[in-house]
C-alpha cells in the first residue's frame, strides 16, 4: 500500500515564477491538506481540500491556491514566487472525520 | 502567534535512559494532541496522540502525559534507543473533522550509544 506521494522532491525555480506540487494520498483517503515548513519552524496549514472543495485555509495569500481532482489527488499552485516561498512543502492525507493525518516526504522548493 | 510552544530546540539522551519532550499550548480550544517524528527528507510519520478526555496514553515504549490546567503535553520515551533521534512535533487541533494542526516548532533529540 504507497503511502502519501508527492512530486516532484526538489524544485528550484526563480521569483516571480509560477510552480505546481502534486500530492497522491494514501489509498481510501478523501481529504488532502497542505503544509509549508520553513527552515527551523514547524509546519503551517496552508488549506485543506475534501470532495474537491477548499474546505478550511489558514493565514495564506491568493497566491497560494490548490485544486483536488475526482481521484482525490491534490496540487498546490503559487503564483508571483518570493524569496520567502522558499521551504519544504507537505502534504498529509486523511480519511474525512479522522483526527490523524499521514504525511508526504515533501517537495524542497527553492526559490532564488 | 505560535499556539504550541517546543521551548528545547534540542535534547541529548543516553541510550537506555528516558527522554522527555515537552509541549505548551496557549489555546484552551485544543483538545487533540499529537506527537509526530521526523527523519531527515522524509514526511514528519504520526507517533501517538492523546484527547483532552484523558491525561495519559500509552503506546510501548511511548506515552504522552497531558495536563489541560497547565496547557502542558509531554512525551516520555523509555528506554530511549539511537533509532529514536530524530525531531520531534508536538501537534494541537480542535476535534472537529478536518481541522488543522498547530504545530510546535519542534525537538531534535539525539540518543547516544
Known amino acids: 500500500d504507497a503511502g502519501v506521494t508527492q512530486s516532484p522532491t526538489h524544485l528550484i525555480k526563480t521569483r516571480g515564477q509560477q510552480v505546481t506540487l502534486r500530492c497522491s494520498p494514501k489509498?481510501?483517503?478523501?481529504?488532502v491538506s497542505w503544509y509549508q515548513q520553513a527552515l527551523g519552524q514547524g509546519p503551517q496549514f496552508i488549506f485543506q481540500?475534501?470532495?474537491?472543495?477548499?474546505?478550511q485555509r489558514g493565514n495564506f495569500p491568493d497566491r497560494f491556491s490548490g485544486h483536488q481532482f475526482p481521484n482525490y489527488s491534490s496540487e498546490l499552485n503559487v503564483n508571483a514566487l518570493l524569496l520567502g516561498d522558499s521551504a519544504l512543502y507537505l502534504c498529509a492525507s486523511s480519511l474525512a472525520g479522522a483526527t490523524e493525518a499521514f504525511f508526504g516526504q515533501g517537495t524542497r522548493l527553492t526559490v532564488v | 502567534d505560535q499556539q504550541v510552544k517546543q521551548n528545547s530546540p534540542s535534547l541529548s539522551v543516553q541510550e537506555g535512559r528516558i527522554s522527555i519532550l515537552n509541549c505548551d499550548y496557549t489555546?484552551?480550544?485544543?483538545?487533540?494532541f499529537l506527537w509526530y517524528k521526523k527523519y531527515p527528507a522524509e514526511g514528519p510519520t504520526f507517533l501517538i496522540s492523546?484527547?483532552?478526555?484523558?491525561d495519559k496514553n500509552e503506546d510501548g515504549r511511548f506515552t504522552v502525559f497531558l495536563n489541560k490546567s497547565a496547557k502542558h503535553l509531554s512525551l516520555h520515551i523509555v528506554p530511549s534507543q539511537p533509532g529514536d533521534s530524530a525531531v520531534y512535533f508536538c501537534a494541537a487541533s480542535i476535534e472537529v473533522p478536518g481541522n488543522q494542526f498547530y504545530f510546535g516548532t519542534g525537538t531534535s533529540l539525539t540518543v547516544i550509544p
Open positions: 492523546i484527547s483532552s478526555i484523558k
Open positions: 481540500y475534501y470532495e474537491e472543495e477548499e474546505r
Open positions: 489509498s481510501g483517503h478523501d481529504t
Open positions: 489555546n484552551s480550544m485544543f483538545d487533540y
